[in-house]
């Protein structure tokens, strides 16, 4: 019989998976901002598309001091200072008369949220939660983050009555009510550890090595092509024909596929095997993008709901395959410093993603450029991830 402490009515699991929506999502939900804030500020797409570069870079260069935070002050404080952090620089954002200050305000701001609420510390707060299940609630809390696809429809329809500037707003007053919520269910301290990890390899040979760099360019490549393919989502299918509420709904529909992602792979590799799951699921993404390139030569919807289902479903699913891999390639008492530098790299991929497809766009004016890259790139993660099962050995590390 399953423990009361493991059970997944857990308000803390689900305040994690909300907070993840709202300020990891962030960057998901941007897609539909994009054509307003380009008719506002009449920038450049890469320069406008920076705002998500900036907040993931923001991220990356926090998360790293999460661990640290987290010991010092306790998960309650640092999950409010992250949503304090974000709602400020949203409630900037909208309020911004220029693009600079836009950008500095949200991705400041914003990229600060993600440090201080992200899976760091949100894997943190499952741990104090979930011992023989924590695979499966992690993916859970985990998958809040996609779930920033499913609030594009409701973004849209908010922005098409009341402007983006106002819907910003509303999307601060989310936020803000995150924060009684967090000070009454957080716990103040950071629960001790169960178990002390047992003295094991130097983290440096390990992080120089050939496997770690293999795992670390298919962690690091997946969100820079998420959003390579995703960031231009609605002027894409606006280029195309397709009406505005239609895109929308495709990414709805995207998040309810990518949120359901993380924890049906959890299942699955727990069945199958991370490296199978990690081979499908990357398979999926490659046949997702070359939908995406097949729409320029023949637009229609067969093609763009293909995409929808395989570029979406798998999204964000490589951050649990490679938790599960991690372990073939360092022992357990390096586990964390080894993914936090993946954790550490992902974020520069996510950073890279945005101005990467605006600036492909600015310099050729075709989207065939940018979904072709991604597709290349994707490609290569397939055989970065074959090399390095191969280098692993087929059970991996056992000391």
Do not use: K
């Amino acid at each position: 019989m399953t423990e009361p402490r493991e059970s997944f009515a857990s308000p803390r699991l689900w305040l994690a998976f909300v907070t993840m929506a709202l300020v990891s999502g962030i960057g998901n939900t941007f897609p539909v901002f994009f054509p307003p804030l380009l008719a506002e500020f009449q920038a450049s797409r890469a320069a406008t598309a920076s705002t998500v570069s900036v907040f993931w870079l923001v991220g990356a260069a926090l998360s790293p001091l999460a661990g640290q935070m987290l010991d010092r002050l306790g998960p309650r404080t640092i999950v409010v200072a992250g949503l304090s952090a974000t709602a400020l620089g949203l409630l900037g954002g909208a309020l911004a008369p220029s693009l600079p200050l836009f950008v500095a305000s949200v991705g400041v701001g914003g990229g600060i949220g993600v440090g201080c609420t992200g899976m760091v510390t949100q894997a943190a707060v499952i741990a104090s939660e979930y011992v023989r299940r924590r695979g499966f609630a992690t993916g859970i809390a985990f998958s809040g983050s996609m779930a920033g696809y499913v609030l594009a429809g409701p973004a849209q329809w908010a922005i098409s009555l009341l402007g983006w500037r106002v819907t910003l707003g509303c999307y601060v007053g989310l936020v803000l009510l995150l924060v009684p919520a967090v000070a009454a269910v957080y716990p103040r301290r950071r629960a001790p550890a169960a178990e002390r990890a047992a003295p094991g390899a130097a983290v440096w040979p390990l992080l120089r090595s050939f496997p770690f760099w293999a795992l670390a360019f298919v962690f690091s490549m997946a969100p820079l092509v998420g959003y390579l393919a995703t960031t231009q989502h609605a002027l894409y299918f606006a280029a195309l024909g397709f009406p505005a509420a239609e895109a929308a709904a495709m990414l709805t529909v995207g998040g309810l596929l990518s949120t359901s992602g993380r924890a049906l792979v959890g299942l699955a590799a727990d069945r199958f095997g991370a490296p199978a799951s990690g081979l499908v699921v990357l398979s999926m993404s490659l046949l997702g993008t070359l939908a995406l390139v097949g729409l320029e030569f023949h637009p229609g919807r067969l093609l763009a709901w293909t995409y929808v289902a395989l570029v979406f479903l798998p999204l964000g699913t490589r951050a649990v395959v490679v938790a599960l891999l991690v372990p073939r390639l360092a022992p357990p008492s390096r586990f964390g410093a080894v993914f936090g530098v993946l954790v550490l790299l992902n974020s520069a991929g996510a950073a890279a993603g945005p101005f990467a497809s605006g600036a492909l766009y600015d310099l050729t004016g075709s989207y065939l450029a940018i979904y072709a890259t991604a597709a290349t790139l994707i490609a290569l993660g397939l055989a970065a991830l074959v090399a390095f099962l191969l280098a692993t050995g087929p059970r991996g590390r056992t000391g």
